[in-house]
């Protein structure tokens, strides 16, 4: 019963729907090369096992962290 943030279940709808309209695969290339801030959010990519930088759009679902 605890509040928390809904941004892995918002990453799980926002990817599907991305997929399910072709605009990426799991093989697409996506960037993160810092920190996007929504509304005072940060959307980072520290946990990426290879950091910043390029990496397919599977790895990128797996590992953003939207905290």
Same mark, same amino acid.
């Given at each position: ?12 709808? +926002? ?12 093989? +697409? ?24 930088? +390029? ?13």
């Amino acid at each position: 019963q605890g509040l928390y943030p809904p941004g892995s279940t918002f990453k799980v709808v +926002t990817a599907a729907a991305l997929l399910e309209a072709g605009v990426v695969t799991p093989q +697409t290339v996506v960037s993160c090369l810092a920190p996007y801030v929504v509304e005072g959010f940060a959307v980072r990519c520290d946990n990426v096992p290879q950091g910043t930088g +390029t990496y397919p759009f599977g790895d990128a679902f797996a590992y953003f962290d939207d905290g």
